[in-house]
């Protein structure tokens, strides 16, 4: 990527409705709202696991230009997840990212069918890049992923400093997803806004 591209834990949250989607959006068309406003998303692996070709068509459908997917996977890789994942990836092409694991008591592989793996633990890392924020680590391939976002902007703006400061020299930007239990998409977008006065 060749700049920070901030995003959420999946795009489907009953409290948005109203806050950030108007209230009289067709649910069929939340993804076509939110990716006019971000570009990358974090798909939990409840949604993921599900999908069949008609559903991640709608997903494509859905998005335009430079738009990227992310799989969350929260437990140890099995045959059916692989077929899945290979499933997703095989339509999805280039627009699939990569996978973010969270996991504490199991190691992910660095890559899993063919694509990167971002770790997000707190107890252990994969090899080389690595960031810190909290009590928590993301390592293996560059993204960020915070459940629990500063409320205020120079909190908000250290941290992103914090995180940028920490990417491979040849790396101009990643990913950064917000996630925890409610979204308050009011502070996501100012985070946003925050990355591109920086210049990120």
Not at 10 to 28: I, M, V
Not at 61 to 72: C, I, Q, R, T
Not at 88 to 94: D, R
Request: hydrophobic share 45%; glycine share 8%.
């Amino acid at each position: 990527m060749n700049n920070l591209q901030i995003g959420t834990f999946g795009w489907q949250h009953a409290d948005w409705l109203g806050t950030f989607y108007p209230e009289d959006l067709p649910q069929d068309w939340e993804l076509d709202y939110y990716s006019n406003a971000f570009r990358v998303v974090l798909l939990p692996q409840a949604q993921w696991r599900q999908w069949g070709e008609e559903e991640i068509e709608d997903a494509l459908d859905a998005v335009e230009g430079d738009f990227s997917f992310f799989l969350a996977l929260s437990e140890p890789l099995s045959e059916v997840l692989a077929s899945q994942i290979e499933v997703v990836k095989s339509h999805m092409g280039s627009k699939l990212g990569g996978v973010v694991v969270f996991a504490e008591d199991w190691l992910p592989d660095e890559w899993i069918c063919g694509l990167p793996v971002s770790l997000v633990s707190s107890s252990q890392t994969l090899p080389g890049w690595r960031w810190q924020w909290a009590n928590q680590v993301c390592s293996g391939a560059p993204f960020g992923f915070v459940a629990d976002l500063p409320r205020e902007g120079k909190e908000q703006a250290k941290m992103l400093q914090n995180f940028m400061q920490s990417l491979p020299e040849n790396l101009l930007g990643a990913p950064f997803f917000i996630g925890g239990e409610s979204i308050n998409m009011a502070q996501v977008t100012d985070l946003k806004v925050i990355g591109e006065i920086s210049g990120y």
